[in-house]
Every structure is written in C-alpha cells, then in structure tokens.
C-alpha cells in the first residue's frame, strides 16, 4: 500500500474521531463547564500549581506522556505486520487512550487536583488506595531507573546529540523569563526553536563523548541525569519544565512535519508485510500475537502513565476546565498521529535504504526482512532506535535534508522527550509519595510536605536500583513486568473513572469496555510472564508479579463492589422519580 494513502486516511480519521466522539464524551459525558474552579487557581503557588494558557499545557503534556513510549512501541510491533499495529494505534487512541488520558484528567479537575491514587479512597474505599498507590509508585521507580539508563545509552550511541539536549536548558529558562515578563509566548518559542535547531546542526560537528568504555559512560551520564532530575523537579514549573516542554512540543511538530513532507515527495510503498505470519506462528522464539501485541505497542494506543501525568503535573496547570478536552483527548490523538507516522518511516522508510552489517545497501521488503528476521534481530534499544531513525532520516531525504542531519534531528528529539519523562515522572513520583504521607487531616506529615526531602529521597531509590547491575542497568532486572504493569494501570485508571461516571449517574460503557478489553489482555500477559518467571525460577519476579495480581484483584473486588452500590443507588432515585 502506498504510504501517502495510507497517512491521508488514518490522519482524517483522528480529525474526525476528536471532532465527534471526543467532544461527545467531553460535552454529553462530563458535560465541561467553565464554572468550576480548576486546582490551578484554588492552591496557586508558583511552583507546582500554575494557571497557564492551554496550547502551553497542551505541549507540557503531549512532550510529557510521548517520551521514547509512541516510538519504540511501534518499532516493536511492526514485527507482526504494519496492519495489526496500526489498527490497534488507530482504534486504540481514539477508543480507549484518548478516553483514558481525558479522564484522568477531569476526574482530577475536578477533585482538587489529586492523582488518580488517591481518589482512590474516596471512589472505591480507604484500604484500596494504599493497593493503587503501591502500584504507581512501583510503576514510576522502573521508569526513572530505566530512563536514566535509556538517555545515557543514547548520548553514547548519539553523541552529535549531547550539545543540543543539554543547550536546551538555559534556552528553555530563557524563554520561561521572558515569558513570565509578559512576552509574547508565540514569538519568543518561535526564537528558542530557532535557538534549538541551531545547537542541532552545530551538535553534528561538536560530538560530546566521555571518557572510558561505554559502560562507565552510561554510568556517569546517569549520576548527571539524576542531580539534573533532582533540581529540574523542584523548581517552579513556569521556570523550566513548561518553556523545555513548549520547545520540545515544537521540535516535534517540525520533525513531523518533515517526515509528512518527506511521505508526501516520496511516498513509498509500505514494504513491510501487512502482517507477519512467520512472526505469529513463531511460538516459543516470538510472543504470539495476543495479547502481547497490545503490552508491546503501549503509548501510542493506550498508557497507564498517561494518567499518571494527567492527574499529576498537568491537572495542575489547567486554567479553564473546557481546556481538558483538547489537552487530555487530543494531545493522545497527536501522540496517535505520531505513533502512526513512525509506523510509516519504519514499514516504508526503512525500505528506501539500510545499510547491512556487511556494508550491504538494502531496500524494499529486504531491509524489512533483514532488521525483523527474528525477535532477537529487533532487540536492545539500539536496534528499536535504529530502525525509526533511518527509516525517518530517508524520508527528510526526500526533500532535500542530508541523511546525517536528519538522523541527528531525530537523535535529538528522542533523547529530548526522554528527558521530559524523567523529569515529569520524578515530579509525578513525589507528589504521589507525599499523598500516600498524608494524615488524616490532609496535611503532608513532616519532613516529607519539604518538596526537596520527598524529591530525594524519589531520586535516592531510583538511583539504587539503576546501579544494581553494571552499566546502569539494574532497572533491567524489573524490566520485564513494566509492560504489563504499565498497561494494568491504564486498565485501573478505566476502572476509577467508570467507578466515577456510575457514581455521577452518567453512561459508563464509554470506559467500561475499554477497561474490560485491557484487563483481559493485561491479565493475560501477566499470567503468561509469571509461567516464563516460573520457568526461569526468578524468585524475585515471581514474588513481585504475585504481589501485583493480589493487589490487581482487591482492587477489582473494591471497584466493582461501588459500581454495583452506585448503580444500585441510580436505580432507587429513579424509582422514587417515578
């Protein structure tokens, strides 16, 4: 199929989708109105809660929920065809991520800005909120852990990218100053990501490396991460991490707009098979299909994270509440998009050209065949990143941008995005902890209401756990349950929020069936990683996926028992109507 086609078609289909089925569950379903007051005003502070204009937020929280997640995933699942990823990105951002994302959202609005942990205690019940609390903040410890390692292995495999990414700081200050001074936020960004792609093609010719092996390198760039992420997390939003998340939402308009351009002049063929029979009759070798398939591709349909970050920093940040529908169910469609055009650089960009290991050029199916000959040839992070990055350098090509410029553009705005997730994850973590430190007045008990002590304490934990292992790998040892669990939690977020519709008397189908669909895929996958951990006796594994199930199940035994007492409820008030 033709890849210009195939980008027309899906990308109507999303303007659709949000102009009709999103503005029906923002306007019929959660009914916006601009009458309620968001957290934003009621606890201002200037540091965590800050009223801010919506296309600000809009960027803050696309920059924050995309990350490496709506890339990797989509350079992993194509290996059982471009057809079944796509579809599950197309349908699963409009019908289930988009509603997720907006959802956490509101629901968060509209209570005072609290995470969707603890809401918890007061939708389903008190003892289910420290189960769901446990849940996020074992979530959040791998991916700062992990991320950590992931930018340090970038800036090795990437170092024209060190210069950039790490200019982008007193760039994005800059702009946060002349903001706050009352510049105009459209000219002022538009200078910065000038700035930005300045330092770009200036990193192609100042390569930063640093000394020794490539392990004691991640190693180092870690520490660096973590005392970046330490500060970065405490300071005022409005003073780093809403003008680098504005930058970084720009470099990502630009770099898709240049792969659009780039399928328009050269509009390839989808080389890749529309599905892989050899890779879903592979068996023990490659995961099968289902459910694996619906873990792999995560951010770019559907993210338990997501909801992390809607009700953690960029609930906090709204200013108008009909400003949720475009920050929550669009920004998921514009990850949607973005999932779907690294779909088509990696299914026909890649064929346009890749070099073998031998020095071989291949192109067509061939370079398909050959990145995705077997489940171990696309493993590691390099082969995920190296697949996109050519794919989508090809394209620019097509218009006239050389293949090392482009292939840093993209080195830059992944390794950009990665750092926008440890940042907002680590800010996510704290306020999480500090909630699960709450006393029964609502006050944060001592030391731990001190942003910097929780904070610390966040990045302390993260830190032991990345240098558990060699070359900052020690999150590794967790890896293998975050894909599951990450997609759990989006089920539990579907959950909390039907808790919530039934509660308010509302239809709950629009995320009951989304949350039953992604609890029996997610319930599946963890029964079959808890065989494979049993398999290779990992007592720590087995141990941890076994606490998960049992906190999974009180939590759907709680949930489903305040469905039912608030669907009982609507019955008894329209009896007595009638």
């Not at 390692?149 to 100053?177: R, T």
């Not at 592979?282 to 873990?295: E, V």
């Not at 031998?358 to 489940?375: C, I, K, N, R």
Request: hydrophobic share 55%; net charge positive; charged share 10%.
């Amino acid at each position: 199929m033709n890849s210009l086609l195939l980008m027309v078609i899906t990308f109507l289909g999303y303007i659709v989708a949000y102009q009709f089925y999103g503005k029906f569950i923002g306007h019929k379903i959660f009914q916006l109105t601009n009458k309620n007051k968001m957290p934003a005003h009621e606890f201002e502070d200037g540091v965590d809660f800050v009223p801010t204009k919506k296309h600000i937020v809009l960027g803050h929280h696309f920059t924050t929920i995309a990350g490496t997640g709506p890339i990797v995933g989509p350079a992993i699942g194509i290996i059982w065809g471009w057809g079944p990823a796509l579809l599950w990105i197309f349908f699963g951002s409009i019908f289930m991520g988009a509603v997720h994302d907006f959802s956490a959202l509101i629901i968060s609005a509209r209570n005072q800005g609290r995470t969707l942990g603890d809401l918890t205690g007061n939708l389903i019940s008190p003892s289910t909120k420290y189960a769901f609390q446990f849940i996020i903040q074992f979530l959040l410890w791998i991916v700062l852990a992990i991320f950590a390692m992931i930018m340090g292995i970038l800036f090795v495999k990437y170092p024209q990218s060190v210069f950039p990414v790490w200019m982008e700081i007193p760039i994005a200050m800059w702009l946060g100053y002349e903001i706050k001074k009352g510049k105009s936020d459209t000219l002022y960004s538009i200078i910065a990501v000038v700035l930005m792609y300045v330092t770009i093609f200036l990193g192609l010719y100042i390569p930063i490396s640093l000394p020794g092996s490539a392990n004691a390198q991640i190693i180092t760039w870690a520490v660096i991460l973590f005392g970046y992420v330490f500060i970065a997390s405490t300071l005022p939003v409005q003073t780093l991490l809403q003008p680098r998340d504005y930058i970084n939402s720009h470099e990502l308009l630009i770099a898709m707009g240049l792969l659009v351009l780039g399928v328009v002049f050269a509009h390839p063929q989808m080389t890749a098979p529309v599905v892989n029979e050899a890779a879903k009759a592979a068996g023990t070798d490659i995961p099968n299909l289902m459910p694996i398939l619906f873990i792999t591709i995560a951010c770019g349909a559907i993210s338990g994270f997501h909801s992390l970050a809607a009700s953690g920093t960029t609930v906090k940040q709204v200013d108008k509440e009909k400003d949720t529908l475009a920050i929550g169910y669009g920004g998921m469609i514009l990850e949607g998009v973005l999932a779907t055009i690294v779909l088509i650089a990696i299914g026909g960009g890649l064929g346009m050209g890749l070099a073998s290991k031998d020095g071989t050029l291949l192109t067509g199916s061939a370079a398909y065949a050959s990145h995705y000959a077997s489940w171990a040839g696309a493993a590691g992070l390099g082969a995920k990143l190296e697949a996109v990055i050519v794919g989508a350098a090809n394209l620019m090509t097509s218009i006239g941008i050389p293949k090392d410029l482009g292939m840093s553009i993209m080195a830059v705005f992944v390794v950009s995005f990665a750092g926008t997730t440890l940042d907002s994850a680590t800010r996510i973590q704290r306020f999480s902890f500090q909630e699960i430190m709450k006393k029964k007045d609502g006050k944060v008990m001592k030391p731990f209401d001190n942003r910097f002590i929780s904070t610390g304490i966040v990045v302390i934990l993260a830190a032991i756990l990345t240098f558990l292992q060699p070359g900052g790998k020690g999150a590794l040892i967790l890896w293998p349950m975050f894909g599951a669990l990450n997609q759990l939690l989006a089920a539990l977020a579907l959950l909390i929020a039907t808790v919530y519709l039934s509660s308010k008397g509302k239809n709950i189908l629009v995320t009951f069936i989304p949350m039953v669909f992604m609890l029996i895929m997610t319930i599946w996958a963890m029964f079959i990683n808890l065989n494979k951990f049993i398999g290779m006796k990992n007592g720590l594994l087995i141990t941890l996926s076994v606490i998960i199930m049992l906190l999974t199940a009180w939590l759907l035994i709680g949930a489903f028992m305040a469905l039912a007492k608030n669907l009982k409820n609507r019955e008894v008030v329209i009896e007595e109507e009638e």
